[in-house]
């Protein structure tokens, strides 16, 4: 059974660029939650979707979005990009809302923004 | 909002050592998870703790849920050297979504 796909795995842009990152969740996997790691904020919770709406969302501002389409694949986009948007961006999905403590990680996308 | 304390950041072991690392929040939760994250891969789930009191292990690992509610504690023994990488808790109270420790970096040292 393949894993959760992330991509690109890396990806460079620079200040006031846009980017949209591209997750599939495990086959039979409907919710799709997105995480931003930094070395100094650590794993931080982006939002999360389940069945094409969004379920919950953390404490970002609206330059950060996402979406998912009716297979499950779910994308975020960060608009109008800045120098502290450089992170590690993970992906997790789990089977449903009920096994949501159990979810499988991507291997996440790298983007540096120069 | 929630937040978790993890400790220590870093620890450095020689082989066969057993390591401890702790998880203290400063509200109830009702999940723990422990999750184990290597160089160029995300984190991968370790244990899971569902009840206060709960002790649970994974082969090498055992893990354990506060009674407080307010801490969880991952015990590793006999360490070896694939047991490198960092080390997070991450936990639940009332809304749905996961707090994630900093966590903690493992080095041993064959």
């Known amino acids: 059974k393949a894993g959760v796909t992330q991509t690109p795995r890396y990806l460079i842009k620079t200040r006031g660029q846009q980017v949209t990152l591209s997750c599939s969740p495990i086959s039979g996997h409907r919710s799709v939650s997105w995480y931003q790691q930094t070395p100094g904020q650590g794993l931080q919770f982006l939002f999360e979707y389940f069945s094409e709406t969004q379920r919950n969302k953390g404490n970002f501002p609206g330059r950060f979005s996402g979406r998912q389409f009716s297979n499950s694949r779910s994308e975020m986009n960060v608009s109008t990009l800045e120098l502290g948007d450089s992170a590690l961006y993970l992906c997790a999905s789990s089977r449903d809302i009920t096994t949501y403590n159990e979810q499988f990680f991507g291997p996440g996308t790298r983007l540096t923004v120069l | 909002g929630q937040q978790l304390n993890q400790s220590p950041q870093s620890m450095f072991i020689q082989e066969g050592e057993d390591v401890s690392m702790n998880c203290t929040s400063s509200?109830?939760?009702?999940?723990w998870l422990w999750y184990k994250q290597e160089p160029g891969e995300g984190p991968v789930l370790l244990i899971a703790?569902?009840?206060?009191?709960e002790l649970t292990s994974n082969g090498r690992l055992t893990a354990q849920f506060g009674i407080t509610r307010k801490d969880s504690f991952l015990n590793i023994s006999a360490s070896i050297p694939s047991d490198v990488g960092i080390y997070f808790c991450a936990g639940r109270g009332g809304s749905e979504k996961l707090v994630f420790g900093k966590g903690t970096k493992l080095t041993v040292n064959p």
């Open positions: 509200s109830i939760f009702n999940t």
């Open positions: 703790l569902y009840k206060a009191g």
